[in-house]
């Protein structure tokens, strides 16, 4: 399996974490890495950065580490624990692992981490494998 070429597919194919500033760093075997640096923009009325930018950057984790396994998925169901903020021109690093990966469903963990290293979150995230292989893989 090349990595690096699911990691660029991802990257390119993706207008959503294109517009969001989320960048998929690394993808291996169950497992992807993607980062974001928290921008004026992200925070909600309270001044932290909004639920969805932290969901956004799990979503995009869990499933560049589904896509690993060289099928499009797609998210089915989700449980995400919000437990701290972090702040404008903090970056954020979700790291997602396959707990199992199955025929058709693939779970995962993530954590999302700041930029001191303090955990931010963290959630579990089932996807559902397409029978479509990823293109030019």
């Known amino acids: 399996m090349d990595y690096e070429k699911i990691r660029a597919f991802r990257n390119a194919n993706n207008p959503y974490a294109q517009r969001q500033g989320v960048l998929v760093e690394e993808i291996g075997p169950g497992y992807a890495r993607v980062v974001k640096t928290v921008e004026a923009e992200d925070v909600n009325p309270l001044g932290v950065p909004h639920g969805g930018v932290y969901f956004t950057l799990a979503d995009t984790a869990c499933g560049s580490a589904a896509a690993s396994y060289g099928t499009m998925a797609v998210t089915v169901d989700v449980s995400y624990h919000y437990l701290r903020s972090a ?12 707990v ?17 290293g303090v955990l931010l979150g963290t959630g579990t995230f089932t996807f559902y494998r397409l029978d479509q292989k990823l293109p030019d893989l």
Request: hydrophobic share 35%.
């Open 87 to 98: 702040k404008v021109g903090d970056t954020l690093t979700a790291e997602a692992r396959t």
């Open 100 to 116: 199992k990966a199955g025929k058709s469903l693939c779970v995962l963990d993530v954590q999302i981490t700041g930029t001191e």
